[in-house]
């Protein structure tokens, strides 16, 4: 009885491995890797330029920091992804104040995400006090002057470090 049980043992011992197909396994991951590399963003400022932004060109290689997102083309004002300004939908409501240099509706908004930036930097343990930083995504076709307004209209609701995003020339 026990001769037989350890000729069984062998017999177990000696049966041939199965062999495992792992080609699509290894082709699932060198998709995903390629999607991870291609998705990956080295700076944590991640922009989403509307449609009617042309970027202008240039050579610089600084990455932004984080901080509020303004961006602006001819006819629309966003900030943080959300329109707070559209020209051609305003209809009798009051754009410029100050003596036309200052955007009203951009100033309210910028005014708003400042207190809740130093709201949460007071409430939260280990919060990074506010920067001041306006990350401008700005079309390359606008005028000085309006450029000039939106600096202003920054400046005036407390964010006096500007960051122009710009399009590199590779």
């Given at each position: 009885?026990?001769?037989?049980?350890?000729?069984?043992?062998?017999?177990?011992?000696?049966?041939?491995?199965?062999?495992?197909?792992?080609?699509?396994?290894?082709?699932?991951?060198?998709?995903?890797?390629?999607?991870?590399?291609?998705?990956?963003?080295?700076?944590?400022?991640?922009?989403?330029?509307?449609?009617?932004?042309?970027?202008?060109?240039?050579?610089?290689?600084?990455?932004?920091?984080p901080g509020v997102i303004?961006?602006?083309?001819?006819?629309?004002?966003?900030?943080?992804?959300?329109?707070?300004?559209?020209?051609?939908?305003?209809?009798?409501?009051?754009?410029?104040?100050?003596?036309?240099?200052?955007?009203?509706?951009?100033?309210?908004?910028?005014?708003?995400?400042?207190?809740?930036?130093?709201?949460?930097?007071?409430?939260?343990?280990?919060?990074?006090?506010?920067?001041?930083?306006?990350?401008?995504?700005?079309?390359?076709?606008?005028k000085y002057s309006y450029?000039?307004?939106?600096?202003?209209?920054?400046?005036?609701?407390?964010?006096?470090?500007?960051?122009?995003?710009?399009?590199?020339?590779?």
């Open positions: 009885m026990r001769n037989r049980l350890i000729r069984n043992r062998i017999k177990r011992k000696r049966t041939e491995p199965v062999d495992v197909d792992i080609t699509s396994l290894l082709d699932i991951l060198v998709i995903l890797l390629v999607f991870l590399l291609k998705s990956y963003n080295s700076s944590g400022v991640i922009f989403n330029v509307p449609k009617g932004i042309k970027l202008p060109y240039s050579e610089a290689k600084q990455l932004n920091t303004v961006q602006v083309s001819e006819t629309k004002i966003w900030v943080d992804d959300q329109v707070i300004l559209d020209v051609t939908k305003s209809g009798n409501r009051v754009i410029y104040d100050r003596g036309g240099s200052r955007i009203v509706s951009l100033y309210n908004e910028l005014r708003k995400k400042r207190s809740l930036y130093k709201q949460a930097a007071k409430t939260a343990k280990g919060a990074k006090k506010f920067s001041g930083i306006v990350n401008l995504v700005v079309d390359k076709g606008l450029v000039k307004k939106i600096l202003a209209t920054c400046a005036d609701a407390g964010f006096q470090k500007y960051k122009f995003v710009v399009s590199s020339l590779n």
